[in-house]
């Protein structure tokens, strides 16, 4: 598989990252596009790809094309139309690394199906730290022979990689992991707001947490984050905005109430309304803390 060459469609954070991984690891990186096409121009200086003026020019030059975009629809802008990557596509695998619904991921690989190709929904439980280093934790959804010929090369770029079924189950999982996360990262910073408004000694606040019931992953990723106010952009508030939103529809068709992500949805919207939709998850503090922007 390392023979293979590999394209990339969208090299934002996390796009750019897994290329320069794959890169490091030998990985021929074919072709890179991007919407903001100086990002794309960038990397292919850096790692001596092409910058892909179209789609179908990022398809043709490789054999496995990563498809990291933003949301539902640039996932059906890639898959749609005479020129998308889909136009040449027989015989290519397209590794879709987007949080978006189950629904554009299905659409995805109907589509890719109908031209001779194949696709593998990649959902990311990490972030840019871990794309860089080649540790991401992966739920691999569709075809297990499709699986099996791309398993190498997803072995080089995570520390723990699992096929959870179909397509669709793998974007339904990743869903329910980022709801779960969100509503922890909102909890911990009404948890950590509410301390300092009672005048508590915050880092010992913290150190109780994480020696009791209140203890969580994102206590530790994200705790001294929200009391310092340092919130450099792993993931975004409008990401989880959007990612909380996905969970919530797939509760709202399924019929199960879930307040507690309606409500974290909520708190994420208003960040992105108060022009605070580009921190990290961990800006979310910014509502809660006494005397900040958003409280």
Do not use: W
């Not at 005479?82 to 987007?98: D, M, P, Q, R, V």
């Not at 993931?235 to 019929?255: P, W």
């Not at 509502?287 to 409280?295: D, K, N, Q, W, Y």
Request: charged share 20%.
């Amino acid at each position: 598989m390392k023979k293979a060459s590999i394209g990339f469609v969208g090299v934002g954070r996390m796009g750019a990252n897994i290329a320069r991984r794959l890169a490091d690891l030998g990985y021929p990186i074919a072709a890179v596009f991007d919407h903001h096409e100086n990002t794309a121009a960038s990397l292919a200086v850096e790692l001596g790809a092409t910058a892909a003026a179209t789609l179908p020019e990022v398809t043709a030059a490789s054999d496995v094309i990563f498809t990291v975009v933003t949301d539902d629809a640039a996932m059906r802008g890639i898959f749609a139309g005479e020129e998308s990557l889909l136009k040449g596509a027989e015989g290519k695998i397209f590794i879709n690394c987007a949080t978006v619904s189950p629904a554009s991921h299905e659409a995805a690989e109907e589509a890719a199906k109908a031209a001779g190709a194949s696709t593998l929904a990649a959902s990311m439980a990490s972030s840019i730290t871990q794309a860089r280093q080649g540790t991401l934790y992966l739920m691999i959804g569709g075809d297990a022979d499709v699986f099996e010929k791309a398993e190498p090369l997803l072995k080089d770029i995570s520390v723990s990689l699992r096929h959870v079924g179909p397509v669709g189950d793998a974007a339904k999982i990743k869903a329910l992991v980022n709801m779960v996360m969100n509503i922890n990262t909102a909890g911990l910073a009404e948890g950590l707001g509410l301390g300092a408004a009672l005048g508590l000694d915050l880092q010992t606040l913290k150190e109780v947490f994480s020696q009791t019931g209140a203890n969580s992953r994102v206590l530790e990723t994200d705790g001294d984050d929200m009391i310092t106010r340092e919130h450099d952009c792993y993931f975004s508030s409008a990401h989880a905005a959007k990612d909380s939103g996905i969970a919530n529809a797939l509760a709202d068709a399924a019929g199960v109430g879930v307040p507690l992500s309606h409500a974290t949805e909520a708190q994420y919207r208003k960040m992105i309304d108060l022009g605070l939709g580009e921190l990290d998850k961990s800006g979310i503090a910014e509502l809660t803390f006494p005397e900040r922007a958003g409280a």
